[in-house]
């Protein structure tokens, strides 16, 4: 799928997320929601949730954003929260791997090889020096044995 028709699903999503909202806020209930969920497939689905992320304003506080809530699961009244952080104070963050990383690895793997190979040293020596475990570098060592 295009970047264009993925923007275009996003925007047609958009009504339907705000509505969801609504419901979730107080204005729906279960019955609602899943209804709501129900009309749309997976892949709208998990672009629904891309979608309601960014309606929500990370800057504002926890306090903020869940202030709505004043009862549990259960119906039963709970206290608002008291935090002052922010969402984007709390939020945990994917790491993701930089395209570098795939080529420092293969740099380590070829240092590995020809440390071991050509040059005659230890697995354990080489492990130390580059800063992986001695069963990797024998894995890497060995890979090149067996191609």
């Not at 608002?80 to 994917?94: E, F, H, N, S």
């Amino acid at each position: 799928m295009s970047p264009e028709q993925r923007g275009d699903a996003a925007e047609r999503l958009l009504p339907i997320a705000a509505g969801l909202a609504c419901i979730v806020r107080g204005e729906g209930g279960p019955r609602e929601i899943t209804h709501v969920l129900a009309q749309l497939d997976a892949w709208e689905r998990d672009l629904m949730i891309v979608v309601l992320a960014g309606l929500v304003d990370p800057d504002r506080t926890v306090a903020d954003v869940l202030g709505y809530l004043t009862w549990d699961e259960h119906e039963r009244p709970i206290p608002a929260p008291t935090t002052d952080k922010t969402l984007r104070q709390i939020a945990v963050m994917p790491r993701l791997a930089s395209p570098l990383v795939g080529w420092f690895k293969d740099e380590l793997k070829a240092k590995a090889r020809i440390r071991y190979h050509q040059l005659g040293e230890f697995q354990g020596d080489i492990a130390r020096d580059l800063g992986v475990n001695e069963r990797t570098v024998g894995r890497w060592v060995n890979q090149e044995a067996a191609a």
